[in-house]
Nanobody, 129 residues
Framework: QVQLVESGGGQVQTGDSLRLSCAAS????????IAWFRRAPGLEREGVAC????????YYKESVEGRFTVSKDKSKNILYLQMDNLKLEDTATYYC??????????????????????WGQGTMVFVLH
């Protein structure tokens, strides 16, 4: 059974760093397009970092590029999101998700719904002054 479990969220101050983890089970990380999304209160979900399953390239949301880094630990089957220089606007619930049938990447990050999405339960990040 495919399962995604996020962890690592918490309350930090502006400028701090945080690393989120997504433990995957039931599939290997390279089997599907995988990504980090987030949803701030009252707003739509937005793609933060999305792998393209065809070439393993990553598309980053413009406002996080240079501050956030996504990576795969294939030996542990864990997806990470290293977040540096956090800003107030990064406050959100962060979700790890896969698209079992689509390529992922930039279109998915920019709002095109995946063909067969599976999501974790999310982990909350609060960035304070």
């Amino acid at each position: 059974q495919v399962q995604l479990v996020e962890s690592g969220g918490g309350q930090v101050q502006t400028g701090d760093s945080l690393r989120l983890s997504c433990a995957a089970s039931g599939f290997s990380l390279d089997a599907h397009a995988i990504a980090w999304f987030r949803r701030a209160p009252g707003l739509e979900r937005e793609g933060v970092a999305c792998y393209n399953n065809r070439d393993d390239s990553v598309y980053y949301k413009e406002s996080v590029e240079g501050r956030f880094t996504v990576s795969k630990d294939k030996s542990k089957n864990i997806l990470y999101l290293q977040m540096d220089n956090l800003k107030l606007e990064d406050t959100a619930t962060y979700y790890c998700g896969i698209d079992e049938a689509g390529p992922g990447g930039r279109p998915w990050c920019l709002g095109l719904r995946g063909r067969r999405e599976v999501w974790g339960q999310g982990t909350m990040v609060f960035v304070l002054h």
